[in-house]
């Protein structure tokens, strides 16, 4: 990555910072944890998981939202690879995955909307 010759020189040594500069595959990786970002519900839904584990239709009656639509949610969260399902006879359970990427997610959503965790005492 060290070969590229930019068109105006401004004084800057940046070689180091292009030699350490992630694939272009690892910048898609986190487009695609941003893009669970774009809905609110899916972020209150996720946020809610982190902290418990549910099935669909009690996840509809906390979030106030049909079935299909939290099945839509649970969906593309699980295609990420943020919450995990088991399933117990007729019933799936969905929670958080136990992944740095999705504890991540979590304190960047507590962050940005200055909550905490309800286990957590201020």
């Not at 105006?8 to 669970?36: C, R, Y």
């Not at 996840?59 to 969906?75: E, R």
């Amino acid at each position: 990555m060290t070969d590229v010759k930019f068109p105006h020189n401004h004084g800057q040594s940046i070689e180091n910072e292009l030699e350490n500069m992630p694939k272009t595959e690892d910048f898609q990786t986190v487009a695609e944890i941003f893009k669970q970002l774009c809905d609110s519900s899916r972020i209150r839904i996720f946020w809610f998981l982190c902290h418990c584990e549910e099935c669909v239709i009690n996840i509809s009656a906390f979030m106030d939202m049909t079935s299909p639509a939290v099945s839509h949610h649970l969906k593309q969260l699980k295609a990420n690879g943020l919450i995990v399902s088991r399933r117990e006879g007729k019933e799936v359970y969905y929670k958080a995955a136990d992944t740095e990427k999705a504890q991540l997610l979590h304190k960047v959503i507590e962050n940005l909307v200055e909550i905490s965790c309800p286990s957590i005492d201020n």
